[in-house]
């Protein structure tokens, strides 16, 4: 049971950060999910949860955590607001990072060559996971099913299982060949279509017309089709009914004919 008193978690300088790093000779883990994933959501009960989990271990913990919780932080675990992820994934004793699996923080991740433990929410998320999982540089955690036993049973074998860090060193390898950085890429495609405004990387909205271009044939469309199936249902309904109301009527007559 972790005593309940209120810590504060404090957005620290990347100097903070660096020493914090640095003292982690048994190998750091780094806790981050984005900007969207908001451990406030998540709820008390399940840091808490994390928390206790973290504290049985031997390696250093970084978290990016957005509230301040009521549980006492393990030595091993220090708590941030903000940090500026590719710098801390730069550092030598990092040697896995807990993430939502969003495309961003998977691309830093394999671009450093750091294994993923993956805990995704929404979106692309799980497709991500599964992909991680199946290249064999990655472990799928299971918000659902998180406890103390599968937060240390995923981060002892990301820690331990040297296949993970093998794997996603070679995954970085083949992701970093490239003819040229993406940064002069990004760089040259710019004045590439400043050279050449009608060049092959120019917008195909400059060459569509209005309509086009707000997709106004395309709400046209799907509008026609859904007047035409409304039209159709009313139709089939009207049928129904005038058959229904047809038949009451025959078998009414019918039946008065029968009586005289």
Known sequence: MLPLYFIKVFIVTS????????????GALVISLGTNVKWKSIGLDTIKTVILALSKL?????????IDVPFEVPDNLMTVKWIMQKEVLSHQNVRAVWTHGGLLSTQEAIWKGIPIIVM????????????LVAKGVGIYLDIK??????????????????????????????????QIPPLDLAI?????????????????LKFQSWIQQNLIDVYVFLLFNIIIILLTIFFT??????FYYNHIYTASKFHKSKQS
Request: hydrophobic share 40%.
């Open 15 to 26: 100097q903070d950060v660096r020493v914090f790093l640095d003292g982690a000779t048994n």
């Open 58 to 66: 031997k390696q250093r913990i970084l978290w990016k955590l957005d």
């Open 120 to 131: 995704p929410f929404f979106m692309d998320q799980k497709s991500n996971a599964q992909i």
């Open 145 to 178: 099913t998180l406890s103390v036993q599968t937060i240390l049973h995923a981060v002892e074998e990301i820690f331990y299982n040297e296949s993970y860090t093998k794997n996603m060193k070679q995954l970085s390898s083949e992701f970093r060949d490239r």
């Open 188 to 204: 040259w495609s710019i004045e590439y279509t400043v050279r050449h405004p009608n060049g092959t990387l120019v917008t195909p």
């Open 237 to 242: 309904i009207k049928i129904l009914i005038y």
